[in-house]
Each structure stands twice: as C-alpha cells, then as structure tokens.
C-alpha cells in the first residue's frame, strides 16, 4: 500500500488476547485503533456539534450512503464541496455502502446478480437500482475517506443455503466495487459476509484475498439478531485463522460496551453503532456503573454525576443525576444532548483506555477488571 | 442602595434618544445595560449549553417560576444549592414570577383580592393558591439574582376599568411582596401596568415609588397582543416622562430586533423573550438581510453562512444555509440547536452593538442604519 494515501500500522500486538493497537492513516488524518466510530447517518451525529466530537476525542465519523442519495443527494453533497465540506468535519469519514439500510427495505427491494432495485418508502418512494458500480459512483461523489464495498446482507435467521449465496454475490460485487473505484485519496473496504458458518466466512475472505485484497475489511451480518455468544463463536476463531493481519478489522454495527471490549480482544480494530446516540435520546447513559436510565424516579434528587470516573463535559462540569432526570421528564432537548456527548465520551474513552492497555500488554487484565465490574449490571 | 449586594450605574445617555447604557451590579456578576436575557424557562434555555451562552455573550439569563415551581419544585431546587447549582450557570440568574403563565390558564385561574388560586392543567392538575408571600418564598428558594413581584396581568384587550384595577392589586401586591421579601442577595424589581394608558401606567409607578421603590422595574402588559406603534405611543412617553432614571427598565416579553432596538431608543434597559429559540426550532434564522426561513426550497443548494457579518460559531465554522436546509428538512436536532446558538447570539450582538452606539454618542444613527437595511423585510 505504499503508494496509496492510506496505510495500516500495527504497534503493539497483545500477549494473551488476539487484541491488536495500530493507526490507519488517512488524507485527513490518523485513526487509531481500536476505534469506536460514532454514526452521522444524515451527515450529523444526531444532536452533537462537531467541536464536541473533537472534544470527547473522535478521530472518525460515520455516514450513510442511502440515507444521503435520497436526501439532500450525492450530486448536491458533491457540488458543496463533499461530505467534509458539506458537513464541516475535517477528519476522517467514512460511508457505509448503505446496502444494509436497502436490504431492510424488505418487500420493496428485489435482489438480482447484477444489483438491488428498491424503492425508497422512507423518501418519495421511487424507484432506484443500485448496481456495485452505481454505489462507488455515490460514495465517490459523498467523498468520504474510507468507502464500503456493496455487499448482499441477508436477514438473520438465514438458510445456509441464502448465507452462501449473499457471500457468492459479496464477492463478484466486490470485484466490480474494486474495479469501478478510481478516487485515489478513498479507500474501499470489502466486507466480509458469511453468517455464523465459519466456513462460509472463510471462503468469503479468501475470495476477497483473491482478487488482490482490500486496505480494509468490514465484517457484516454480525450483531443482526443473534446472542452474543453466538456471534463471538464464529467471529473470535474466523479473526484467529483466517482474517490477514496486516488488514484493519471492522465489525459493522456494534457499540455494546462489553461487546466492543470481547471483540478487541478477538482482534477487532475499527466499530460503529448508533447505540450512544439512540440511547441517549431514550433518557440512558452508558456509565462505569452499567446503563443509567435518568427517567427513573430514583434519581429525582440524586445530586450525584453520571460517572464520578467520565471527563465528559457534562460530568466534569457537575451536571447532576437530579437535573438531567428533570430534563429527561419534561422532554428538555438538552437532556438528549449531553446524554449524547456523554456516551460518545463513554464508549470513545473506552477504546481509548483498551489501547493503551493493549500498548501495555494488559489488555486481558483491563478486560476481566471490566466484566467483573459489570456483573451485576444489565450491560 | 450602597447597601445592597446590587446596584445600578448609568454609564452614558444618548444626546438625540432616551437611550442608555449602564451596569447592574449583582453577587453572581456584571450585567452590562441594554442587554437581551435569553430564557430558560424550565432551567434550560431550550437546546442550548451553558459553555453556548457564555461564548455567545449571554450575562444574565431567565428561568420560570411558574413552570419550575411544578417541575422539578422548588424545594427540590433549594435543597440540590438553588438554581445556579442545578443548571451549572455562575452569572447571573433572574426568575419572573409565573403569573403571566398562570393567567395564561384562563378558566383553570381564579383572581382574588389575596392572590391567585389556579389548576396547573399542564403538569398534573393540583389546585395552588398563589399569595405574593407564597410567591416570594418560592423565589427566594429558586434563588435568581433578580426576582419579580406577583402581578396581575390583565387578557388584551381589557377595558380600563379591568386594567385599572390590574394595576391597584399589582400595587397592593407589590407591597406585600417587599414585605415579604428577605433574601439579601436577591433583588426585587417591581412590576408596572397599565396597558395603554398613560395615566394608569404613571399611577402604577408612582404606587411602586411611594413605598419606597425597588431597585429595578419590570414593564409589564405589552407585546400582549397589541401593534407595535400602539405600544410606543404609551410606552415611549411613559419612559421619558414618569420613570425614575436611576432604576433599570425591563419591557418584559419583547424579542423582535426591530422592537427591541426601538425600545431602547425609549429608555428601555433589559429585555427577554423566547422568540430566538421558539423561532429556531421553527427552523427560521435572524439575519442582518432579516428573517430566513431555512426550510425554503430557495436554501437547497445555497452555500453562503447565515449572516455574513455573524461571530456565531455557526457562521464563523462556515456552515451552509444548504446544510441547515438539509437539517431542517430531516428534522435533525442539530438544526435546530443550531439555528438557536445563532439567533441568541445575534440579539446579543445587536445589544453589545447598541450598547457602543450610545456610548459612542450614535445610537440614533445606529438605529436609524438597522431599520433602513431592513426596510424591505418582514423582520
């Protein structure tokens, strides 16, 4: 890769874990990893300013390729300037291919080997086909640093039958993606398909590999239904045998703390979910103590943080439990506002302490300390 | 008022209008005069951080009692350190007495000679009965900087006779409220009615005056419903001729631009009013050019700030009246959020700018400059 815009470092190798601590560098910065990536599917991280990212240490956002082709539109986003510009966050993006949200479209998306054809009942409904090329032409135009290859996600449960034939599909798309993708300051990612058949996920890398490889790999149909041991089954010995070790790891759609911790361990480098955001506007905040849900009448009169341990702004500052369960109650916008910052805070922090435990070669110490601190919680 | 822990200082006059600029002295810091308060009612102004409002310039900001005094309760303020400790705002605080929302009750709202017995219909329906000595005890647990005395407020239009007699029980109600008012740190400004009688107006301050005045006026029932003009042929004069020059003059409610800077061309010191936040969530814009309705078709692709002449950090950051129309559109938060850091700064600014218009000795030329750029808008 030396001669592309982007590269992958690994620093430090952990001794008893398959956790891993490296940089991806990028035109618009450096990412270190492991990393949580927090999601701005509309180009905003819902609620957040981007000089609160960049306070609670974001080094990459997320957006979403389907939502933004409906609205405002690529070929707009691309006249503004792109995503960065459009957007105002000079760092690392990254877009997801927006096959996922397709897929859920459900009945009003046909699959052929040569694409998706939808229609965007979310929008104004009209049709739209969505060939591997047509994607990259989309993510070229929103412009992002990190792109994702269009890939065939089928729902969970799936026969084996449908697995195997979403990787066969993965993998052809994954050529014509590789092929239609010209912008040399963009890296495309392929993802890595295959369910919870290990084998399937092995031919799915393989066919990956074949074709000369990615900068990147997302691993997708993970965390679509499944129990978590479930999911660490296949994914911890697919990472240990079969997933190149030079290549950045991305476990599509995770933000579980205790999951994000499981996963570095099995060799996880990069993860997105809206989980804080959402959670947050839900009235619940991610804390060293488990999941706090400030709608409850106990914290009525709490006069205590969220987190003593957090250097959020809302805790650093001395926000009580007590005000923001009164924000959460009469439906105050700022309520939802520094629950937001505060687990991007969280779950940013998080991946923060991880590498610097696996630099100290004390990943599974600073893991287990986390599991056993969390027992007892509903995390 | 040597003795006090507040005071007022008149630092210029302005040669051609009753313009004036000043300083009111309290515990929690300067309040520079005219100044425009945002309001946050329910201990939050709406959407917005307190780090916000201090970049933006805010010195003083409002809070509710009426709605507070529901949700969370006052009591529980006081025993969580009052309200500067519960929303995390070190400057200075002021709380309006909550009977303009309880008359907005209507038929849920019964007057008597002793006070006012409501249904807060819009928390849980509990019948209160409102004295001005219950009143000050709920502001003195709140704990602003600046409080107000109970009040009647009449419906507009009311006949003299109603508006007479709003202003002989607000004089009563007055004296009651000193009486019972004991919170050294906290100062106590009176409250003039009238409506659009002069001579009601100057019978109102001459009752606040005779028992030995407050050290601030409130001037209440305007902007109730009335045009503009119609309020200037009272309010104008009434300033000029009957109010003392020492106190500081609050119009109570007024947050148009148009009518604040005219307002204090009259003599008018303070102001506030949740039209900077309630017109941004509505997804509407102040600019120097006036108002802009981000939700217009015409914004789609316009990649010019909102005002160019802006220091907000919505401005200043560069982002596109295209990526508010798109947020706006998507109905994201942070449009919102936004557009109210925005609109707050900008009635801030007009103020600082009003302010070293007067004393720079032009601040009729100032005014004069403002409603000529805007003779065309519907601002």
Redesign the interface.
């Known amino acids: 890769m030396e001669n592309e815009l982007f590269s992958y470092t690994i620093e430090a190798t952990d001794a008893t874990t398959h956790a891993r601590a490296g940089v991806f560098k990028t035109a618009h910065g450096d990412i270190p990893t492991p990393i949580f990536m927090p999601v701005g599917t ?3 991280v ?6 609160q990212l960049k306070a609670a240490g974001a080094k990459i956002i997320l957006a979403n390729t389907y939502h933004l082709s409906q ?2 539109g690529a070929d ?1 986003i691309a ?3 792109g995503l960065h510009n ?3 966050w000079d760092g690392p993006i990254l877009t997801d291919s927006g096959g996922f949200q397709v897929f859920s479209l459900a009945e009003h998306m046909k699959l052929s080997d040569d694409g998706i054809t939808f229609r965007s009942v979310d929008y104004d409904g009209a049709h739209t086909t969505w060939t591997p090329e047509k994607n990259m032409e989309i993510q070229q135009l929103l412009g992002a640093d990190i792109c994702m290859q269009l890939d065939v996600c089928p729902p969970f449960p799936a026969s084996r039958e449908k697995v195997k034939r979403a990787v066969e599909l993965s993998s052809a798309w994954a050529a014509r993606c590789k092929a239609a993708h010209t912008k040399k300051d963009q890296a495309l990612f392929g993802i890595v398909q295959g369910g919870m058949h290990l084998d399937l996920r092995r031919q799915s890398i393989e066919a990956l590999e074949k074709i000369g490889g990615f900068p990147g790999y997302g691993i997708g149909g993970f965390s679509v239904g499944e129990d978590h041991e479930t999911m660490f089954e296949t994914l911890s010995p697919f990472c240990e045998k079969f997933m190149p070790k030079e290549k950045p790891r991305y476990l599509m759609g995770v933000g579980n703390p205790t999951t994000l911790l499981r996963a570095v361990a099995s060799g996880i480098d990069m993860f997105d979910c809206v989980l804080p955001t959402r959670t947050a506007r839900m009235g619940t905040a991610f804390s060293s103590q488990g999941r706090i849900n400030l709608k409850h009448a106990k914290y ?2 709490d ?1 205590g943080v969220l987190d003593e341990n957090c250097t959020c ?1 809302v805790c650093t ?4 439990k ?2 923001l ?3 959460e ?2 439906k ?3 309520g ?3 629950l937001s910052v505060h687990n991007i805070h969280y779950l940013l922090n998080l991946m923060r302490e991880a590498r610097e435990a696996i630099i100290a070669g004390s990943y599974q110490e600073f893991l287990t300390a986390f599991l056993v601190s969390l027992a007892a919680n509903d995390f």
């Open positions: 509309k180009a905003t819902k609620g957040v300013w981007a000089d609205r405002p707009l006249r503004l300037g459009f957007e105002k009525e009169e006069s702004p500052t001395g926000y009580s007590a005000y369960h009164h924000l109650k009469q105050e916008m700022l939802a506002e520094m």
